[in-house]
């Protein structure tokens, strides 16, 4: 039995990798796009042929580029089976996979997975329950990822979602082919984050999501309601299809292995290729790929997100970005110092103050062209005045005793 195993497994396997026929149109599909060395972009494409089996052998000459119409020169290139993977396996391990043997199937299925990486492979093992828990970062000791495979246990409720972005970080320092194989069998009832955040959070970082639904769906996670159990096929459809990724619907546990095996042998044998956008500014615009190989074209997308060098070089960003918050507050600080009220300092009049008179009220000096006394507001509006002659009051003309400082006319006091 272990004999025919191993028969069934080999024959699949050439099956995937069987060179295609001459009549065969192949399907040509952008994998993944990695432009964080822009204006330097890689991209990731896979080729199969009509029968769904990879395609190997094809040459750099075999594949033609262009991007938002322009062709482009490629200027590096890896054959299929030279490129190396990095991938996160994360794993439903909530009470619902003790049915049916889904938690062992999910199990046989990952250490497949880890049989068939290669040296210049890596991997990471995450499992979720109620909380996601990364059982390995990356290593390519399979020993390692084996232990963490063979410890997961069960728990209660499931957080997927929560799970694919904490994987989702784990690649913060993982560069080339990437990608992220998730397995549910159940509802989301315990993430924090959405399925938009997820789905979001791994396509701003160009990360593929597999997503495999295992066992019985339901139309959408509006049917939790219901009770009725299955996995969320829409948000699973939905995150893959954002990502660049595919949605596999599993109805028993022992279909995993196989589709274990055609993941690790197709994306094992993407083909890497490197070009120089021919529009290399940082403008934060969006850039179409279309791929060409024996007259089938396949095509991605990807954002340029230098427009501030911010990603690349934080101390360029950081230059770039010092004069527009100086342009926006110093607008600000000005309008603040004119709101405050300025002293205005006046030249002094060399020429002596001409007094008129005196307050009526309080007695205090007013100026010739006053109509309001200055210390107590008393209105006060004489008529021009002419220099008094001497003796004379100046509020009430009587004549005056020499050295008077009171008139006895009026009483106001005179200025001596």
């Known amino acids: 039995m272990r004999l025919l195993n191993l028969v069934v497994i080999a024959t699949f396997l050439l099956t995937l990798t069987a060179p ?13 796009v990695d432009n964080s060395r822009y204006p330097k972009v890689t991209i990731y494409v896979s080729v199969t042929g009509a029968g769904g089996q990879v395609v190997n052998g094809l040459q750099q000459a075999d594949f033609k580029l262009t991007e938002d119409g322009a062709p482009v020169q490629i200027t590096g290139f890896k054959g299929g089976g030279q490129v190396a993977l990095a991938t996160a396996l994360v794993i439903d391990r909530s009470r619902s996979m003790d049915e049916e043997g889904k938690l062992n199937g999910a199990k046989q299925a990952a250490l497949t997975f880890v049989d068939l990486m ?16 990364v059982m390995q970062p990356f290593t390519t000791n399979p020993a390692q990822l084996q232990s963490a495979i063979q410890s997961i246990d069960l728990d209660d409720s499931t957080a997927w979602r929560d799970a694919l972005y904490q994987a989702v970080d784990l690649f913060a320092t993982v560069t080339g082919r990437r990608a992220i194989i998730i397995l549910t069998d159940g509802l989301d ?20 999501v597999y997503a495999i639904g295992l066992g019985a769906r339901v ?3 509006a049917s939790q309601a219901t009770g009725l159990g299955g996995y969320d096929e829409q948000s699973l459809t939905q995150v893959a299809q954002q990502t660049a990724g595919k949605f596999y619907p599993v109805p028993t546990a022992d ?37 060409t190989v024996g007259g089938a074209t396949g095509g991605s997308q990807y954002l340029e997100t230098h427009l501030l060098n911010v990603r690349s070089n934080a101390l360029t960003g950081l230059l770039l970005i010092l004069p527009l918050l100086v342009a926006l507050i110093a607008p600000l600080a000005f309008t603040r110092r004119r709101a405050v009220p300025a002293t205005v300092v006046r030249p002094v009049d060399p020429r002596p103050t001409a007094v ?7 007695h205090a000096p007013v100026r010739a ?30 004549s005056l005793r020499p050295g008077a400082k ?11």
């Open 369 to 398: 062209e006053a109509r309001f006394c200055a210390k107590c507001g008393t209105p006060y509006a004489p008529a021009p005045i002419a220099q008094p002659a001497p003796n004379v009051c100046p509020h009430c003309r009587k």
């Open 406 to 416: 009171f008139c006895n006319g009026c009483g106001a006091q005179l200025k001596v």
């Open 255 to 291: 279909q995993l292995k196989a589709l274990y095996e055609s993941l690790a042998v197709g994306m094992q044998h993407d083909y890497a290729i490197t070009y120089r956008s021919p529009r290399p500014t940082n403008d934060g615009t969006r850039r179409s790929i279309d791929v």
């Open 356 to 362: 008129a008179a005196t307050c009526l009220k309080c």
């Open 20 to 32: 295609a026929r001459a009549d065969d149109t192949p399907t040509v599909q952008v994998t993944q």
């Open 189 to 208: 009832n315990a993430s924090r984050v959405s399925v938009s955040e997820a789905a979001d959070y791994a396509h701003r970082r160009d990360i593929p």
């Open 118 to 133: 290669r040296p210049q492979d890596q991997a990471a093992v995450v499992a979720f329950a109620r909380t996601a828990r």
């Open 219 to 221: 139309a959408d996670a």
